[in-house]
Protein backbone atom coordinates (compact mmCIF):
# COMPACT_ATOMS: atom_id res chain seq x y z
CA UNK A 1 0.00 0.00 0.00
CA UNK A 2 1.28 3.72 -0.90
CA UNK A 3 3.06 4.96 2.54
CA UNK A 4 1.00 8.29 1.19
CA UNK A 5 -2.45 6.98 0.83
CA UNK A 6 -2.21 5.31 4.23
CA UNK A 7 -1.31 8.24 6.10
CA UNK A 8 -4.51 10.01 4.35
CA UNK A 9 -6.55 7.56 5.34
CA UNK A 10 -4.83 7.47 8.77
CA UNK A 11 -5.65 11.32 9.27
CA UNK A 12 -9.17 10.61 7.99
CA UNK A 13 -9.59 7.91 10.38
CA UNK A 14 -8.56 10.28 12.94
CA UNK A 15 -10.28 13.33 12.38
CA UNK A 16 -13.52 11.54 11.97
CA UNK A 17 -13.37 10.14 15.29
CA UNK A 18 -12.74 13.50 16.95
CA UNK A 19 -15.12 15.31 15.00
CA UNK A 20 -17.40 12.73 16.62
CA UNK A 21 -15.91 13.52 20.05
CA UNK A 22 -16.25 17.41 19.53
CA UNK A 23 -19.75 17.24 18.12
CA UNK A 24 -20.97 14.85 21.78
CA UNK A 25 -19.01 17.03 24.18
CA UNK A 26 -20.03 20.59 22.50
CA UNK A 27 -24.00 19.19 22.74
CA UNK A 28 -23.29 17.35 26.32
CA UNK A 29 -21.00 20.01 27.77
CA UNK A 30 -21.45 22.52 26.42
CA UNK A 31 -17.58 23.58 26.16
CA UNK A 32 -17.27 23.62 22.84
CA UNK A 33 -15.70 21.43 20.48
CA UNK A 34 -12.82 23.65 19.62
CA UNK A 35 -11.35 22.57 22.88
CA UNK A 36 -10.97 19.01 21.37
CA UNK A 37 -10.15 19.80 17.58
CA UNK A 38 -7.51 22.23 18.29
CA UNK A 39 -5.15 20.06 19.94
CA UNK A 40 -5.65 16.99 17.52
CA UNK A 41 -5.32 18.67 14.40
CA UNK A 42 -1.80 20.35 16.43
CA UNK A 43 -0.49 16.83 17.20
CA UNK A 44 -1.00 15.55 13.48
CA UNK A 45 -0.28 18.60 11.53
CA UNK A 46 2.86 18.41 14.00
CA UNK A 47 3.59 14.90 12.93
CA UNK A 48 3.04 15.56 9.32
CA UNK A 49 5.61 18.28 9.17
CA UNK A 50 3.44 21.31 8.42
CA UNK A 51 5.64 24.84 9.35
CA UNK A 52 5.88 25.17 12.71
CA UNK A 53 5.67 29.28 11.69
CA UNK A 54 1.91 29.01 10.92
CA UNK A 55 0.60 25.63 12.65
CA UNK A 56 -1.42 27.21 15.71
CA UNK A 57 -2.54 29.83 13.36
CA UNK A 58 -4.14 26.53 10.97
CA UNK A 59 -4.99 24.68 13.87
CA UNK A 60 -7.39 27.50 15.47
CA UNK A 61 -8.86 28.59 11.97
CA UNK A 62 -9.85 25.19 11.21
CA UNK A 63 -11.48 24.69 14.41
CA UNK A 64 -13.65 28.13 14.06
CA UNK A 65 -14.68 27.33 10.62
CA UNK A 66 -15.45 23.45 11.98
CA UNK A 67 -17.92 25.56 14.54
CA UNK A 68 -19.74 27.11 12.11
CA UNK A 69 -22.15 23.99 10.68
CA UNK A 70 -21.93 22.04 14.10
CA UNK A 71 -23.43 25.27 16.48
CA UNK A 72 -26.35 25.87 13.78
CA UNK A 73 -27.14 22.48 14.09
CA UNK A 74 -26.57 22.56 18.13
CA UNK A 75 -28.52 25.93 18.41
CA UNK A 76 -31.51 24.07 15.93
CA UNK A 77 -31.52 21.43 18.65
CA UNK A 78 -31.74 23.00 21.84
CA UNK A 79 -34.06 25.88 19.95
CA UNK A 80 -36.76 22.69 19.30
CA UNK A 81 -36.52 21.87 23.34
CA UNK A 82 -36.91 25.62 23.87
CA UNK A 83 -33.61 25.77 25.69
CA UNK A 84 -32.31 29.15 23.88
CA UNK A 85 -32.33 32.21 25.24
CA UNK A 86 -32.99 34.32 22.35
CA UNK A 87 -33.22 37.63 24.00
CA UNK A 88 -30.22 37.24 26.43
CA UNK A 89 -28.26 36.04 22.95
CA UNK A 90 -29.25 39.00 20.86
CA UNK A 91 -28.30 41.30 23.72
CA UNK A 92 -24.20 40.04 23.91
CA UNK A 93 -23.85 39.32 20.37
CA UNK A 94 -22.56 42.38 19.17
CA UNK A 95 -19.96 42.23 21.87
CA UNK A 96 -18.74 39.22 20.82
CA UNK A 97 -18.70 39.91 17.26
CA UNK A 98 -16.23 42.95 18.33
CA UNK A 99 -14.20 40.68 21.02
CA UNK A 100 -13.68 37.83 17.81
CA UNK A 101 -12.93 40.74 15.24
CA UNK A 102 -10.14 41.78 17.77
CA UNK A 103 -9.24 38.29 18.64
CA UNK A 104 -8.32 37.76 15.15
CA UNK A 105 -6.17 41.23 14.49
CA UNK A 106 -4.20 39.78 17.41
CA UNK A 107 -3.46 36.34 16.11
CA UNK A 108 -2.19 37.32 13.08
CA UNK A 109 0.50 39.44 14.58
CA UNK A 110 1.08 37.01 16.66
CA UNK A 111 3.58 33.73 16.91
CA UNK A 112 2.78 29.78 17.21
CA UNK A 113 4.57 29.55 20.42
CA UNK A 114 2.25 32.39 22.08
CA UNK A 115 -1.13 30.88 20.87
CA UNK A 116 0.04 27.82 22.40
CA UNK A 117 0.80 29.45 25.67
CA UNK A 118 -2.89 30.85 25.58
CA UNK A 119 -4.40 28.03 24.77
CA UNK A 120 -2.84 26.03 27.31
CA UNK A 121 -3.00 28.16 30.05
CA UNK A 122 -6.78 29.32 29.31
CA UNK A 123 -7.41 25.06 28.82
CA UNK A 124 -5.78 24.38 32.31
CA UNK A 125 -8.01 26.97 34.05
CA UNK A 126 -11.58 25.77 32.09
CA UNK A 127 -10.36 21.96 33.54
CA UNK A 128 -10.25 23.59 36.68
CA UNK A 129 -13.09 25.03 36.41
CA UNK A 130 -14.90 21.92 35.70
CA UNK A 131 -13.43 19.43 37.91
CA UNK A 132 -13.77 21.72 41.05
CA UNK A 133 -16.35 24.19 40.24
CA UNK A 134 -20.03 23.85 42.12
CA UNK A 135 -23.18 24.18 40.60
CA UNK A 136 -24.60 26.65 43.69
CA UNK A 137 -21.36 29.36 43.05
CA UNK A 138 -23.34 32.67 42.35
CA UNK A 139 -22.10 35.92 41.01
CA UNK A 140 -25.32 37.23 40.69
CA UNK A 141 -29.14 36.69 40.37
CA UNK A 142 -29.10 38.11 36.67
CA UNK A 143 -27.36 38.22 33.50
CA UNK A 144 -24.39 40.94 33.13
CA UNK A 145 -25.91 44.16 31.77
CA UNK A 146 -24.42 47.39 30.54
CA UNK A 147 -20.78 47.82 31.19
CA UNK A 148 -20.20 44.21 32.69
CA UNK A 149 -22.29 42.67 29.84
CA UNK A 150 -19.85 44.44 27.06
CA UNK A 151 -16.76 43.65 28.79
CA UNK A 152 -17.71 40.38 29.35
CA UNK A 153 -18.63 39.43 25.67
CA UNK A 154 -16.14 40.75 24.21
CA UNK A 155 -13.62 39.27 26.45
CA UNK A 156 -15.38 36.07 25.71
CA UNK A 157 -15.02 36.62 21.83
CA UNK A 158 -11.57 37.43 21.97
CA UNK A 159 -10.17 34.52 24.10
CA UNK A 160 -12.16 31.75 22.19
CA UNK A 161 -10.81 33.14 18.83
CA UNK A 162 -7.17 32.92 20.44
CA UNK A 163 -7.99 29.50 21.22
CA UNK A 164 -9.57 28.42 18.58
CA UNK A 165 -13.28 27.54 20.51
CA UNK A 166 -16.87 27.87 20.37
CA UNK A 167 -18.33 30.47 22.78
CA UNK A 168 -19.49 27.46 25.27
CA UNK A 169 -16.28 26.77 26.80
CA UNK A 170 -16.03 30.33 28.73
CA UNK A 171 -20.02 30.88 27.58
CA UNK A 172 -21.02 28.06 29.85
CA UNK A 173 -19.68 28.85 32.99
CA UNK A 174 -20.26 32.64 32.94
CA UNK A 175 -23.62 32.42 32.54
CA UNK A 176 -24.43 29.52 35.02
CA UNK A 177 -22.38 32.08 37.15
CA UNK A 178 -25.03 34.42 36.90
CA UNK A 179 -27.91 32.33 37.78
CA UNK A 180 -28.49 31.09 34.11
CA UNK A 181 -30.07 27.61 34.24
CA UNK A 182 -27.21 24.90 33.26
CA UNK A 183 -29.15 23.68 30.04
CA UNK A 184 -30.41 27.16 29.18
CA UNK A 185 -26.43 28.17 29.67
CA UNK A 186 -25.58 25.39 27.30
CA UNK A 187 -28.47 25.91 24.43
CA UNK A 188 -27.56 29.93 24.36
CA UNK A 189 -24.10 29.58 24.24
CA UNK A 190 -23.91 27.20 21.19
CA UNK A 191 -25.14 30.48 19.75
CA UNK A 192 -22.43 32.48 20.92
CA UNK A 193 -19.91 30.26 19.37
CA UNK A 194 -21.71 30.85 15.93
CA UNK A 195 -21.59 34.51 16.48
CA UNK A 196 -17.97 34.38 17.12
CA UNK A 197 -16.77 31.29 14.76
CA UNK A 198 -18.85 33.12 11.25
CA UNK A 199 -16.74 36.69 11.87
CA UNK A 200 -13.60 35.27 12.59
CA UNK A 201 -13.40 32.26 10.24
CA UNK A 202 -13.90 34.81 7.55
CA UNK A 203 -11.08 36.91 9.35
CA UNK A 204 -8.62 34.04 9.04
CA UNK A 205 -9.38 33.12 5.34
CA UNK A 206 -8.39 37.05 4.41
CA UNK A 207 -4.97 37.19 7.08
CA UNK A 208 -3.92 33.81 5.78
CA UNK A 209 -4.16 34.64 2.05
CA UNK A 210 -0.72 34.98 0.36
CA UNK A 211 0.77 33.53 3.90
CA UNK A 212 4.28 31.60 1.93
CA UNK A 213 3.93 29.41 5.36
CA UNK A 214 0.95 27.67 5.41
CA UNK A 215 0.44 24.54 4.82
CA UNK A 216 -0.81 23.22 0.99
CA UNK A 217 -4.70 23.00 0.85
CA UNK A 218 -5.81 25.64 2.82
CA UNK A 219 -8.10 28.53 2.34
CA UNK A 220 -6.35 31.05 3.83
CA UNK A 221 -5.58 29.47 7.51
CA UNK A 222 -8.61 26.98 7.11
CA UNK A 223 -7.38 23.60 6.11
CA UNK A 224 -9.86 22.19 3.68
CA UNK A 225 -9.50 18.53 4.29
CA UNK A 226 -9.12 19.16 7.71
CA UNK A 227 -12.52 20.76 7.76
CA UNK A 228 -14.48 18.28 5.13
CA UNK A 229 -13.27 15.30 7.87
CA UNK A 230 -14.52 16.98 10.69
CA UNK A 231 -17.66 18.62 10.13
CA UNK A 232 -19.79 16.03 9.05
CA UNK A 233 -19.44 14.23 12.49
CA UNK A 234 -19.60 17.20 14.46
CA UNK A 235 -22.91 18.15 12.91
CA UNK A 236 -23.68 14.35 12.86
CA UNK A 237 -22.69 14.16 16.78
CA UNK A 238 -24.20 17.16 18.07
CA UNK A 239 -27.89 16.25 18.97
CA UNK A 240 -26.39 12.78 20.34
CA UNK A 241 -24.83 15.22 22.76
CA UNK A 242 -27.52 17.45 23.32
CA UNK A 243 -29.94 14.47 23.89
CA UNK A 244 -27.49 13.08 26.51
CA UNK A 245 -27.27 16.58 27.86
CA UNK A 246 -31.03 16.32 28.78
CA UNK A 247 -31.24 12.58 30.11
CA UNK A 248 -28.26 12.01 32.05
CA UNK A 249 -26.32 13.00 34.76
CA UNK A 250 -23.24 14.29 32.82
CA UNK A 251 -20.60 14.99 35.69
CA UNK A 252 -18.74 11.40 35.93
CA UNK A 253 -17.57 12.31 31.91
CA UNK A 254 -17.36 16.15 33.22
CA UNK A 255 -14.43 15.52 35.12
CA UNK A 256 -13.39 12.80 32.99
CA UNK A 257 -13.05 15.19 29.96
CA UNK A 258 -12.10 17.53 32.84
CA UNK A 259 -8.74 15.50 33.60
CA UNK A 260 -7.88 14.37 29.63
CA UNK A 261 -8.10 19.04 29.12
CA UNK A 262 -5.88 19.49 31.77
CA UNK A 263 -3.32 16.88 30.80
CA UNK A 264 -3.30 18.57 26.97
CA UNK A 265 -3.11 22.31 28.43
CA UNK A 266 0.20 21.54 30.32
CA UNK A 267 1.38 19.47 27.26
CA UNK A 268 0.67 22.53 25.27
CA UNK A 269 2.35 24.93 27.81
CA UNK A 270 5.24 22.80 28.04
CA UNK A 271 5.50 22.63 23.85
CA UNK A 272 5.12 26.54 23.77
CA UNK A 273 7.96 27.45 26.71
CA UNK A 274 10.19 24.31 25.63
CA UNK A 275 9.52 23.34 22.12
Known amino acids: MDATFFEL ?56 ATIIPTSVRSVLAHHKRGAVDWALL ?19 KLRAGALMA ?10 LYM ?26 GFLSVLMGVGGGTFGVPLLTLYSVPVHRAVATAAGFGLIIA ?7 IL ?21 AFIVPMTVLCAPIGVRLAHSMNPKPLKLLFAFF ?7 MLRKAFYG
Do not use: K, Q
Not at 90 to 108: F, Q
Not at 261 to 267: G, H, K, P, S
Open 131 to 156: AFGRPHWRVSETPPAGASRAGYGSGL
Open 261 to 267: LAVTALN
Open 9 to 64: AVLAVCLLITGGIAGVMAGLLGVGGGIVIVPVLFYVFSVMGHPVETLMHVCVATSL
Open 118 to 127: VFGLCAFVVA
Open 207 to 227: SGIGEPMRPAFTLGYVHLPAF
Open 198 to 204: IPSTIGF
Open 90 to 108: RSWAIWIVMGAVIGVLVAD
